[in-house]
């Protein structure tokens, strides 16, 4: 296992636990920790330079969400989803992704919209670097920063629990889309420009049927 993954967490403030669990949880988003991956213990533990009883704790609370799954007398791994979970997390982003952007909508302050900006921005040269793992992750940023700016607090603790079944199946930013991949990202422009419109029912209308993949770009279905 590589510990690339933690670099842009420290340890160095919060419980320790709190800690180690965020850095695990980061490692599994970005894909340091690929589905059905094992988490051993005390590897993890020497890793991060801490006990192992941290890492026993963080272990569990990723278990109790979903995130790890234990298979008794064989240990921790990090949860592969099924196609038939894949599809119910998309459902529920659906839902989720359509009530943020009608929070959302109209809200938007300058620091929020230039983020969100400069992430098409960046989708844009990752496609041009064919950097398809980059713009998979300027993807899930733009989403994910839509439902944090929503300002329901739950919105992003139920966007945590289906990220990882998304990431699995590629539910967004699917790698084997062989369109036109500046076409995806400027699909997220028109979404932008709902934002800082005033019709919250538009925004919701627009995300959801995003979300659903139901943008074509060159006559292909563009998931993201």
Known sequence: MSDAGYTSLSLDRGLLSDRVYALIKTSIRNGTFEPGAQLVESQLARELEVSQAPVREALKRLIHEGVVTHVPHRGSFVTAFSEEEAEQARTVRIALEGLAASLA?????????????????????????????????????????????????????????????????????????????????????????????????????????HSDGHALVGGQLATS
Do not use: K
């Open 105 to 209: 909508c109209g809200q938007l302050n300058p620091a929020a919209h230039d983020a969100l900006a400069d992430a098409i921005d960046q989708m844009h040269e990752a496609a041009s670097a064919g950097d398809i793992a980059g713009f998979r992750e300027l993807d899930l940023f733009f989403h994910r920063t839509v439902i944090e700016l929503s300002g329901n607090v739950y919105l992003p603790r139920m966007w945590e629990q289906i990220e990882p079944s998304m990431r699995s199946l590629h539910v967004v930013s699917d790698p084997n889309f062989v369109g036109d991949w500046h076409q995806v990202a400027e699909t997220h422009r028109g979404l932008l420009s709902a934002l800082d419109g005033g019709d919250p029912e538009t925004a919701a209308r627009l995300f959801r049927a």
